[in-house]
């Protein structure tokens, strides 16, 4: 593993001492249970938002399906809590089977012709797993899972606190973000940077492209699969609504604040849109009107990320490879 | 595999787009170590060729033969792994990553890892061949510069590269000198000529440079309207009456 | 038989209609994309756009004609102002783009006519009653109207494609966008034309076609994940191939409404959609050596 981790800069020190200060958090005078929560939102999506970033930033895919991956593992960890199977790994397990399985099929459609295609696929299959999920009485209908226990980490400890549940996304954000560093500074990471700037010409380079685009897609959709799986443990549902693609939207939000192409600027951008939404989600009204035009602005306006988070860590342009 | 001492054979090659023959029954069969040039009209079917050839398209009739191998109806990657390279007529390079990580990620591609798993973890060392391919090409000092901020010439350059960078035996060139200047175009012919020869290389190239093909050729096919009509050494060519006919634009000096 | 004449054949009949609807927005979609480079989400909600403006016409002046003509060019001058404004910028940028920011425009549209007109389903009374004995059965005489109106329509647009200049100008420049350049041509103003005309196309279909279903925000999104479907299936690089797969999906539609709920025939319109990708990957006629 020394290889990894030579002087190719997996991990930057900086990342480092953040995650340590976040560890700390929950010390802090005024986190409350409900600022607890609210931070567990924030990390939870933040993550979500960097796994997009895998396929938005680096390969020039843009998903808007990423709600049903999310959604399918918050079932998935659901249906086993609801029938008493309550070890949190089983759940993890069986949400990565569950996600797998079905981002396999996505992505082998959706990668097969040109990057246009992937949106459009990726929102049909997001939209007929919606849609089974809120008509099918089996899973609830339109109310989905409720009432489910806490999962248990080891024996009889439950993560059933918004503290415990806290240090649980605050461990899930730690190791998603060193697997993606990882990953983008490796060969993998370069050639889906090429694929995103000239995919035809990558091809004639003898790379199979869309092996490779379907790896990046399972390998995003099982990170942010197992970030849905963590999340009845916290609000003790699963609902459709966690799938529909104005959610799939939201996310893509998250990584335009962010920045495209930085891993931890959609963090940012995540737990800032989580934030965000909280202030501004009691005017339920006109919250769509406001996310379309931001989507709007940040795209004419800000493209590469509303809080400059790429100046802030360390300056290179989102376009060049590690 | 018995070929004959031929690196790439055209067996009867015809394409056709729905009604329109843009190949019909091409033949012709390339030598190791040759620099073999495809002229012809606009529209005599020369891009169409190489695309065959490439993979892009599949032939209607005919085969296509890399070393003994079928080839024809592999995909691009397939026929790119058993080293035929292909430079496009419109520069298509990697526009917003260095022109360094351009020729990188091209020569990353023979690479040990590359195509395993390992790949998702590893990082392959290829950064001597990238950087010696770009002193080759006199792009050393061009090299953390973005790809798309390169003057034309130096990108038809970069093109070569990545081409090259695949270590191919055989190198596909498609019109390399367009829109170079008659200075650059000189260079480049040069330039190409030499690293053939340094290594090992068969090339097949388009122009419509006369002064090109007369200059590096060894030998010479020249199509019109989708048919071979003229094949021989180039000075064969320069005066074959068919040939003027068709098309020899104004004679170069 | 009787079945075959009281029900399958107004259902079939119908889903003509329907299928030319969708190749109406399909169409606008390849057109958009191919020249524009911009694949717009908020088509469905120009032609959701239509059917409000009619009804904001009507209500002024309680004619149905004439909201047939004054919405569709009301949302061809909306659908300019949003190219010039909006998608202009975009042209020189990445696909990623231009796909983000009509999923925006999209959400603005749908959630601005809901807080405008409300959430409710309204309707659009039709411009005549009454119906028409045909082959034994009755149909109103409104859904023969747009048997007609339809396939008008779509014969205009065949006839604009392949007879006039312009028309075999931006066919030829959905291929291959770059050729415009050298033409000599006013490629913005093209674009804008374009853009308006299409808009206005989808606005016109949405009026048509709302006496027969309901008016509300969502119904864009409806169907424009079906026009998706279309474009999936009939392939980008072609237009016969939109219109072709437009039919299908729009028979398929109808029919299979006649034996299953909504949410399984949604269902079941994406599981064709999937063999047909099996069996043809690059759709009805993709073209090879695209890399479509």
């Known amino acids: 593993m020394s290889s990894v981790f030579s002087s190719r800069g997996v991990m ?31 990390l939870l999506f933040g ?6 970033d895998l396929l938005m930033g680096y390969t020039g895919l843009v998903s808007f399906g990423h709600a049903a991956f999310f959604g399918l593992g918050a079932y998935a960890s659901a249906v086993l809590l609801e029938r008493g199977i309550v070890s949190l790994w089983v759940c993890l397990a069986f949400a990565v089977l569950v996600v797998g399985l079905y981002a396999l099929v996505v992505s082998f459609f959706a990668t097969a012709r040109r990057g246009i295609y992937f949106a459009l696929l990726t929102l049909i299959f997001a939209e007929v797993v919606y849609t089974f999920f809120r008509y099918t009485q089996t899973f609830g209908g339109s109310d989905g899972i409720q009432g489910v226990p806490s999962p248990r980490l080891l024996g009889d400890f439950a993560i059933d606190t918004p503290l415990r549940n806290y240090y649980l996304v605050l461990a899930y954000l730690g190791l998603a973000y060193l697997a993606c560093r990882v990953l983008v500074t490796s060969h993998f990471g370069r050639v889906l940077v090429a694929i995103r700037e000239n995919e035809d010409r990558a091809r004639f380079l003898g790379y199979n492209v869309q092996r490779y685009k379907m790896a990046v897609c399972m390998i995003s959709a099982l ?8 999340y009845p443990g916290r609000s003790a549902f699963a609902t459709p609504d966690l799938m529909l693609w104005t959610v799939s939207g939201e996310f893509i939000i998250m ?36 996310i379309g035009l931001v989507l709007i602005v940040i795209v ?9 988070i790429r100046e802030l860590i360390g300056g290179r342009r989102w376009r060049t490879t590690a | 595999m018995a070929h004959d001492g031929v690196v790439l054979e055209v067996d009867s090659v015809s394409k056709n787009f729905g009604a329109l023959a843009a190949l019909s029954r091409v033949s012709f069969a390339v030598r190791p170590g040759q620099i073999f040039s495809v002229i012809g009209p606009n529209g005599a079917g020369k891009s169409t060729l190489f695309n065959v050839i490439s993979g892009l398209h599949a032939p209607t009739v005919g085969r296509v033969r890399f070393r003994g191998q079928e080839i024809a109806g592999l995909a691009p990657e397939a026929i790119n792994r058993l080293g035929i390279a292909k430079t496009f007529q419109i520069t298509n390079i990697f526009p917003e990553i260095s022109v360094f990580e351009n020729v990188r990620v091209a020569a990353q591609s023979r690479a040990r890892e590359s195509g395993r798993l390992a790949s998702l973890w590893r990082l392959p060392d290829v950064e001597a061949g990238a950087s010696e391919l770009l002193r080759a090409f006199g792009l050393a000092t061009r090299r953390d510069e973005l790809a798309e901020n390169l003057s034309h010439g130096e990108q038809r350059y970069l093109e070569i590269c990545l081409a090259l960078a695949t270590s191919p035996s055989l190198l596909l060139l498609d019109e390399p000198t367009a829109g170079m200047t008659p200075g650059e175009t000189k260079e480049a012919t040069a330039l190409i000529r030499q690293i053939a020869t340094a290594r090992g290389l068969t090339v097949l190239l388009i122009e419509h440079d006369m002064s090109v093909v007369m200059g590096i050729s060894d030998r010479v096919a020249v199509l019109h309207f989708g048919e071979k009509i003229a094949e021989g050494a180039p000075e064969q060519i320069r005066n074959d009456p068919q040939v003027i006919e068709a098309y020899l634009g104004p004679p170069e000096a | 038989m009787d079945y075959l004449v009281a029900v399958l054949l107004p259902q079939l009949l119908h889903g003509l209609v329907f299928g030319a609807a969708l190749g109406l927005l399909a169409l606008g979609l390849t057109v958009i994309f191919g020249l524009l480079g911009v694949m717009n989400f908020a088509h469905g909600e120009l032609y959701m756009l239509g059917a409000y403006a009619g009804i904001a016409v009507i209500g002024v002046t ?36 231009g796909l983000i920011l009509t999923f925006g425009l999209a959400l603005v549209f749908r959630e601005g006519v809901r807080q405008i007109w409300g959430g409710d389903m309204r309707r659009i009374a039709p411009p005549f009653t009454g119906s028409t004995p045909l082959l034994g059965m009755t149909y109103p005489n409104y859904r023969l109207f747009l048997l007609a109106a339809s396939s008008l329509l779509l014969l205009a647009i065949w006839l604009f494609f392949t007879r006039t200049r312009a028309g075999i100008l931006v066919r030829a420049a959905v291929q291959d966008a770059e050729m415009l350049d050298g ?50 299936l009939g392939g980008m690089g072609s237009m016969g191939g939109s219109v072709i797969a437009a039919f299908v999906i729009g028979l398929a539609q109808s029919l299979l409404t006649l034996w299953m709920n909504p949410q399984r025939v949604a269902i079941a319109i994406f599981a064709i959609m999937i063999v047909i990708l099996i069996v043809r990957p690059r759709g009805f006629f993709g073209r090879e050596g695209v890399l479509e």
């Open chain 1, 300 to 308: 004419l306006f800000m493209p590469r990320g509303l809080l400059g």
């Open chain 1, 47 to 52: 993550t979500v938002a960097m796994a997009l």
């Open chain 3, 183 to 232: 033409l000599g041509v006013n490629v913005p103003r093209v674009f804008t034309l374009t853009f308006a005309g299409s808009a206005a196309l989808a606005a016109l279909a949405g009026l048509l076609l709302a006496p027969v279903f309901t008016v509300y925000p969502q119904m864009g999104v409806e169907m424009i994940l079906l026009a998706f479907i279309v474009v999936i």
């Open chain 1, 255 to 290: 990584v335009m604040i962010g920045g495209l192409g930085t891993l931890a600027g959609p963090i940012v951008g995540g737990a800032f849109f989580v934030l965000l939404q909280e202030k501004v989600s009691s005017y339920v009204d006109w919250y769509f009107i406001v």
């Open chain 3, 62 to 97: 309680h004619s149905f004609w004439t909201a047939l003509v004054v919405a569709p060019l009301a949302v061809g001058a909306i659908g300019a102002a949003t190219e010039v404004t909006t998608l202009r910028p975009l042209y020189r940028r990445e696909p990623l783009y």
């Open chain 1, 223 to 230: 990170l942010t699969g197992l970030g849905g799986a963590l």
């Open chain 1, 12 to 42: 930057a020190p900086r990342a480092v001492i953040v995650w340590l200060c976040l560890m700390l958090l929950p010390a802090l005078p005024f986190m409350s249970k409900f600022y607890l929560l609210l931070a567990f939102d924030a």
